[in-house]
């Protein structure tokens, strides 16, 4: 569905985006994914030097913010109604959070004022909602936070399509796949040009992103 297509690219785009501006905003906090993050802490506890904390504290926002979701959808299934349009409206409170208290945090010279804190927590709590609902409500196109499964995926189908006779299905993953990789990459150039720029207004940009894939015919589709 051409819909699902532009939907896969959105998101992408968007968490490359975010995932970056946390990342140079914020002392290398990633948003999008935990994975990163436990990294970081274990080279922060290693060789301490500024911004364990934020790390540590993304991950309780992270989970927190996956159940939140998970009972939003929930509670939205049981009385029947479509899903998408109030994950993504949760999703852009928490990142018109990450925003302001970001703003409010400038100049940021260190990761542990309450500001900052705030902002990390609600930038990892977005990302946890869109991680969130690419399980719960985004069903039909591939993840669009983490890119290590996408492209070993693409590796994989694209060696396949060449020695395959009838490739049709392993075309249409290709295209499943490649799309929000692509997307996620332009997300983090385009994430770390617009944060020099424009700091945290710079993210105004996905949730203006968001807001259009809630008012267009996406919304409309009888995705749930």
Known sequence: ???????????????????????????????????????????????????????????????????????????????????????????????LAFMILGWIAQPIQAADTWA????????????GVQ?????????????????TGNVTQLVIDLLDYMRADSAGAIGQRINKFLWPVLAFGSGAIGGAFACMYWQFWSLLVPIFILAGFMLGPVSSSSMK
């Open 116 to 127: 900052a804190l705030s902002a990390g927590i609600a930038g990892a709590a977005a990302m």
């Open 131 to 147: 991680n969130a609902a690419s399980r719960l409500v985004f069903t039909d196109i591939a993840p669009t936070t983490v890119m």
């Open 1 to 95: 569905m051409e819909q699902n297509k532009y939907l896969g690219v959105g998101l992408g785009f968007v968490a490359g985006y975010v995932d970056t501006v946390g990342f140079v905003s914020l002392f290398g906090l990633f948003t999008a994914h935990v994975t990163g993050n436990f990294v970081l802490i274990g080279s922060e506890l290693a060789h301490p030097s500024h911004g364990v904390l934020i790390k540590f504290l993304a991950f309780p926002a992270f989970v927190a913010a996956v159940a939140l979701t998970r009972l939003l959808v929930i509670r939205l299934q049981e009385k029947n109604k479509k899903t998408l349009n109030p994950v993504l409206g949760m999703q852009i409170a928490f990142l």
